[in-house]
């Protein structure tokens, strides 16, 4: 059978249900990313979340006010099995019942780098430079017939199933690092970490380092945004090896941003920083981190947290955190589990990303048998 041209009007259905929770958390509320994935926590949540929309299992959410700015569509497939809430600026609708195409097919097209060139060509000008739901439904796309769909769709599940599976034994890894975490938690004494960390303020005045890193809501370095002057990095303070940064303001991300300077070398971060060091023969800063990552710190950094514009949490409210400190064997064994954790977690992030790029090899695929 020949392909077939259609309008995605042709088979979405707008949806559009108020959640009516006021106070949903960030770990609540989803996003989605460049990737085509919801992800929690969210970024940022309004004080008000009533009016955030549900997004059903089998519905898409996307935001099409960012395909300009992002030259991306974000948009995600909910698969997880239970209602997800996003922002208000989301566009949700469902796929028509045997209209001819494949929620999951439809989904994998839309995962490719060439459809986004696509709907960023179509993107309406404006200050956002977004796209009307008019102007996305109009879009025309050639579609195989259904069988040629379920042949790609297998693959592309099986792949997935691998991937998920693969996860699975990830979060298990992680309870067991949990686990530990729990039971010193319980049976062994806390101790106030100031008298194992050190302030650091050592600035980068001879510009000899370029090495720029910010902070991430994951709790890791990541690359400086553009808008850094290489050229004016005298000010900027040095991370050295195993040294912890963190984001004194809390308000914002609603986390403590926070990462240990797992790199051979030294870093340079913004001056607004905070830079402390760890005393490794009492307190391996890695172990810390376990600490500092949970959601439950993350809570307390907002519960102390003081000001009036700003909400900070400060080096001397650091010093107060208390831990169970167990003897450097006892926190090496948990690192290392953790850090096996770490590792596998980059090779899932790896095997998702392969999936990703497969995409639009499967779309080709597809087209090519249709014909």
Same mark, same amino acid.
């Given at each position: ?69 992002? %030259? ?36 994998? %097209? ?20 977004? %796209? ?26 099986? %792949? ?212």
């Amino acid at each position: 059978m020949a392909l077939t041209k259609h309008k995605l009007g042709e088979f979405m259905i707008p949806f559009s249900k108020k959640c009516g929770i006021a106070n949903l958390t960030p770990y609540q509320v989803s996003g989605v990313n460049r990737d085509k994935e919801f992800f929690e926590p969210s970024h940022q949540v309004g004080e008000d979340t009533s009016k955030y929309q549900v997004v059903p299992p089998l519905f898409f959410a996307c935001n099409l006010m960012h395909v300009g700015r992002d %030259m991306v569509l974000p948009i995600a497939y909910n698969h997880s099995g239970k209602d997800k809430y996003v922002s208000p600026a989301y566009t949700i609708f469902s796929l028509k019942k045997d209209c001819g195409i494949l929620d999951e097919y439809f989904f994998i %097209m839309l995962k490719c780098e060439e459809r986004d060139r696509y709907f960023w060509f179509h993107a309406d000008g404006s200050v956002r430079d977004g %796209m009307t739901w008019h102007d996305f439904c109009e879009l025309e796309i050639e579609l195989p017939d259904l069988p040629t769909q379920q042949k790609y769709v297998d693959i592309y599940k099986a %792949m997935v199933a691998n991937q998920q599976s693969y996860e699975r034994g990830l979060e298990d890894l992680k309870l067991v690092c949990d686990g530990y975490i729990e039971d010193l938690r319980r049976n062994h004494p806390c101790k106030k970490i100031g008298q194992y960390i050190q302030q650091r303020n050592e600035r980068n005045s001879d510009k000899t380092l370029d090495f720029v890193m910010g902070l991430s809501t994951k709790k890791e370095f990541r690359e400086a945004q553009s808008r850094v002057n290489r050229d004016e990095l005298g000010k900027y303070k040095i991370v050295n090896p195993y040294d912890i940064a963190f984001v004194p303001t809390t308000d914002t991300w609603k986390v403590l941003a926070f990462a240990v300077n797992r790199f051979d070398k030294p870093l340079v971060v913004s001056p607004i920083y905070e830079v402390f060091s760890v005393n490794q023969e009492k307190l391996l800063s890695q172990y810390l981190a376990i600490w500092l990552s949970r959601t439950e710190f993350d809570r307390y950094a907002r519960y102390n947290s003081w000001g009036s514009a700003r909400e900070n949490f400060s080096f001397e409210d650091m010093q107060n955190v208390e831990i169970p400190i167990p003897e450097i064997s006892i926190q090496q064994s948990i690192v290392d589990i953790y850090n096996a954790y770490i590792m596998r977690r980059e090779i899932n992030e790896q095997l998702k990303s392969q999936i990703k790029n497969i995409c639009p090899i499967l779309i080709k695929g597809s087209l090519e048998e249709g014909k």
